[in-house]
């Protein structure tokens, strides 16, 4: 279903099962002999949910060998990599002394239950109420405690957010570690544009952020295809191409630097060699210059 202005969802229906299927992978990436990541709770929620082809997805069902995506192997790397990014950025930043952290999107993130936080962290997730109340309740009936002080902000994107964070217990005067993982092609090019612009009126120097990186350039017919594809061959009802939205778009790199942050970004390739992967030359060609954000907020002069 093409999106509208101001669609809902849950986590079984339009941008909810992106968030159902990515935990999906995750499930199926830690049931790997020794692997990268552990999510323990990524089965059970995606089980919950309730979406056949997410569970064939976290068994493995659907792996298509020597496919680019939907291999086995690739699959889990993929997925792996992207994970580990995310957590390694919150973990660099405890070990900085943040002691705040925001995750916007939130869908089935576990990281405020799985991630060994500092002691007096504030983890803030954002993200649709019914979202948040599903896995709220699901992970209390299976016995799971956030490992740090954990708010709920139960808000759409498109809404206040800044506000409804603020009325959870956010302290803008403290730094801040935030991460939009799997979000920004979801937003049309201007709402990217305003959501950094609200964390960085959000944010005391110091804070960081943690993002993916997108070449525009790469998002042609041959990409798109694919991405249709590879919905098709997961049985999902739901076809990604029908969420996204296309037309020009500032980099977020390039917004965020005249904002005032400092910014890198790690190419794809360079992630996965981090981790002893090979990156398959045919995602090169797809992806292009697709990478992973960082940036960190400058101090005034």
Avoid at 118 to 127: H, S, Y
Avoid at 208 to 214: D, F, P
Avoid at 224 to 239: A, I, L, P, T
Wanted: charged share 25%; hydrophobic share 40%.
């Amino acid at each position: 279903m093409t999106r509208t202005e101001g669609d809902s969802w849950d986590l079984a229906t339009s941008v909810g099962a992106t968030a159902t299927g990515v935990a999906a992978s995750r499930a199926l990436a830690s049931k790997q002999p020794d692997p990268l990541i552990n999510d323990p709770y990524a089965d059970a929620l995606v089980r919950a949910v309730g979406l056949e082809h997410s569970i064939r997805l976290a068994d493995g069902e659907v792996c298509v060998e020597g496919d680019v995506m939907l291999d086995r192997q690739r699959m889990c790397e993929q997925i792996a990599v992207r994970t580990r990014f995310f957590d390694d950025f919150f973990t660099a930043a405890g070990e900085a002394g943040i002691r705040q952290a925001v995750i916007l999107a939130s869908g089935l993130d576990t990281r405020a239950y799985r991630l060994a936080w500092p002691a007096g962290t504030v983890v803030f997730e954002v993200d649709q109420p019914a979202v948040l109340e599903f896995k709220a309740r699901t992970l209390a009936g299976l016995g799971a405690q956030p490992a740090a002080d954990l708010h709920t902000v139960p808000v759409d994107l498109r809404d206040d957010w800044p506000k409804a964070l603020r009325d959870n217990g956010f302290d803008p005067g403290v730094p801040t570690a935030w991460i939009a993982e799997g979000l920004l092609i979801y937003l049309p090019p201007e709402a990217q544009d305003r959501l950094f612009d609200n964390i960085t009126a959000l944010s005391a120097p110091g804070s960081r952020l943690a993002t993916e990186h997108m070449d525009a350039a790469s998002l042609t017919d041959k990409w798109s295809e694919r991405v249709s594809q590879w919905s098709k061959k997961v049985g999902s009802d739901v076809d990604l191409m029908d969420l996204f939205y296309s037309g020009e778009r500032t980099s977020a790199r390039d917004h965020l630097t005249t904002l005032g942050w400092d910014a890198t970004v790690q190419p794809s390739r360079a992630a996965y060699e981090s981790h002893g992967f090979d990156y398959p030359d045919e995602l090169a060609d797809l992806a292009g210059d697709s990478g992973y954000l960082s940036a960190t907020l400058k101090t005034p002069n």
